[in-house]
């Protein structure tokens, strides 16, 4: 049967004389053209839609190799972005001997113990954890956790550079800023602006708090009074060394809390 093909036509699809493979077209009646598989090409005006298969291919292909180039470079980037092994294991460690100071495991010795980038010193019954130092922020604030004994309190003091805020973790204190005398448990945050005179006392069988100042700077005293600030020494009797050192970071000494006096 004759079907008004050419030798190697594909159904509905015609070559012309290049190899290029075109559809039919089908008269729509108005001015147009349909192919046999039913698309309109009305921006033609009655031309023939010309399908070229092999471009076809061609744009295919360079799509999925677009695809998976982009897929690579999203993959690539996701990479970058993970924090490398070594940073999360020194981390924990860190932050591991840090836990293990606070409670008290690293070291007995009333000089200062180093471990995991803190600095613990006993200051007289008192242990001072540095937490950041200076050097830490680049002068920004300087922050150490203080565990403390029932009675534990230093003298009224002024800061006369910098100003200091006060958390209580635990325990029961009393807080004294200026005129106003303040409760402490923990949760309570108290803030002691520089030139105004502060100080503590704790009620419980043990205190623990902590303590940012800002500029930092002043968490080098602690250190620096090792020798003098004893567990074995009364405070009264080294006053005067303190209140030296003191100077020198800008902070001046006052005397006892007024529930002392």
């Not at 093909?5 to 159904?11: Q, Y």
Request: aromatic share 6%; charged share 25%; with cysteine.
């Amino acid at each position: 049967m004759a079907t008004g093909r050419e030798p190697g036509d594909v159904a509905g699809v015609a070559q012309d004389d290049r190899g290029t493979q075109r559809t039919d077209p089908v008269d729509v009646g108005d001015g147009g053209a349909r192919s046999e598989d039913g698309f309109d090409d009305a921006l033609v005006d009655g031309d023939e839609l010309v399908v070229d298969a092999a471009d076809v291919a061609e744009q295919v292909e360079r799509d999925a190799l677009a695809f998976h180039l982009d897929r690579d470079r999203r993959a690539d980037r996701a990479q970058d972005l993970r924090p490398p092994a070594k940073l999360s294991e020194a981390t924990t460690t860190r932050s591991s001997v840090r836990s293990a100071n606070h409670q008290g495991i690293v070291g007995g010795s009333d000089m200062a113990i180093r471990g995991g980038g803190c600095v613990s010193t006993r200051f007289f019954q008192q242990t001072i954890t540095v937490l950041a130092s200076a050097s830490d922020t680049n002068g920004v604030l300087g922050a150490v956790e203080v565990a403390s004994p029932s009675g534990a309190g230093p003298p009224l003091h002024v800061h006369h550079r910098d100003d200091e805020a006060f958390y209580v973790l635990e325990g029961d204190y009393t807080v004294f800023v200026g005129d106003e005398v303040i409760a402490g448990v923990p949760g309570t945050w108290v803030w002691g602006p520089r030139d105004v005179p502060h100080g503590y006392q704790v009620h419980s069988p043990r205190g623990r708090h902590r303590s940012l100042t800002m500029p930092a700077g002043f968490e080098a005293f602690f250190e620096e009074v090792a020798d003098v600030a004893t567990p074995s020494t009364d405070p009264r009797n080294a006053m005067s060394q303190l209140a030296a050192v003191a100077a020198r970071f800008g902070v001046e000494l006052l005397g006892p809390p007024r529930s002392q006096t």
